[in-house]
């Protein structure tokens, strides 16, 4: 009797249901609009904002990185990808301590080590968090399909790799034992 009732104001107010031109009411199923990593700005390893977006127009490989661990070794090949190949493609690294405590110092003894024992010249940014409850935002896009489009692949330890396409969508996901310069990373990022 009330559905009754609510039908009747409603239609007394002038208000209908359906109406034959009205567009399709949205439903569960619809696909999530999705954002680009150039919706976010970070740190730099300085401390300094950085907008993602000043790297419009050139591929990205976003790596989570630390100084002990047995990937370590891989700051050398990021770098020989970014010099050889920095037209296309342009690395960013992102020093976290989640796996195995292997990224212990700060943001300065980042910088030092990685300078000096591997020569990086590419961008560094402030030590962030890339799972759990902290996780920082940028990872928490990077690792959920509903918000990239793409992947839902967390770092599962580290130097896991996201590369991102010229338009800042994330398009794949690469596990910490796909080495910087393989042929399936490079083919990637000249395609």
Same mark, same amino acid.
Not at 1 to 26: D, E, R, T
Not at 41 to 46: A, E, G, Q, R, W
Not at 170 to 180: E, I, L, M, Q, T
């Given at each position: 009797?009330?559905?009754? +009732?609510? &039908?009747?104001?409603?239609?007394?107010?002038?208000?209908?249901?359906?109406?034959? =031109?009205?567009?399709?009411?949205?439903?569960?199923? %619809?696909?999530?609009?999705?954002?680009?990593?150039?919706?976010?700005?970070? @740190?730099? &390893? $300085?401390?300094?904002?950085?907008?993602?977006? !000043?790297?419009?127009? @050139?591929?990205?490989? &976003?790596? =989570? %990185?630390?100084?002990?661990?047995?990937?370590?070794? !891989?700051?050398?090949?990021?770098?020989?990808?970014? @010099?050889?190949?920095? $037209?296309?493609?342009? +690395?960013?690294?992102?020093?976290? =301590? =989640?796996?195995?405590? !292997?990224?212990?110092?700060?943001?300065?003894?980042?910088?030092?080590?990685?300078?000096?024992?591997?020569?990086?010249?590419?961008?560094?940014?402030?030590?962030?968090?890339?799972?759990?409850?902290?996780?920082?935002?940028?990872?928490?896009?990077?690792? $959920?399909?509903?918000?990239?489009?793409?992947?839902? $692949?967390?770092?599962?330890?580290?130097?896991?790799?996201?590369?991102?396409?010229? !338009?800042?969508?994330?398009?794949?996901?690469?596990?910490?034992? +796909? @080495?910087?310069?393989?042929?399936?990373?490079?083919?990637?990022?000249?395609?």
């Amino acid at each position: 009797m009330k559905a009754f +009732v609510l &039908i009747g104001a409603l239609l007394a107010s002038g208000l209908s249901f359906y109406h034959q =031109n009205s567009a399709p009411a949205m439903t569960e199923t %619809t696909a999530p609009a999705t954002g680009t990593v150039y919706d976010f700005t970070v @740190k730099s &390893i $300085d401390g300094k904002d950085v907008k993602l977006s !000043q790297y419009k127009g @050139k591929k990205l490989l &976003i790596v =989570n %990185t630390a100084s002990e661990c047995g990937y370590t070794p !891989q700051y050398k090949e990021l770098e020989e990808l970014y @010099k050889k190949h920095g $037209d296309r493609v342009t +690395v960013l690294g992102f020093p976290a =301590n =989640n796996f195995g405590e !292997q990224e212990p110092g700060t943001e300065a003894q980042i910088a030092t080590f990685c300078e000096k024992n591997y020569g990086v010249t590419f961008p560094l940014f402030s030590k962030v968090s890339v799972k759990g409850d902290d996780t920082v935002p940028l990872y928490k896009f990077l690792s $959920d399909k509903s918000k990239n489009g793409a992947v839902s $692949d967390a770092p599962t330890w580290n130097f896991c790799k996201y590369l991102v396409d010229e !338009q800042g969508h994330v398009v794949a996901f690469y596990p910490s034992k +796909v @080495k910087p310069m393989s042929d399936e990373l490079v083919q990637a990022i000249l395609k």
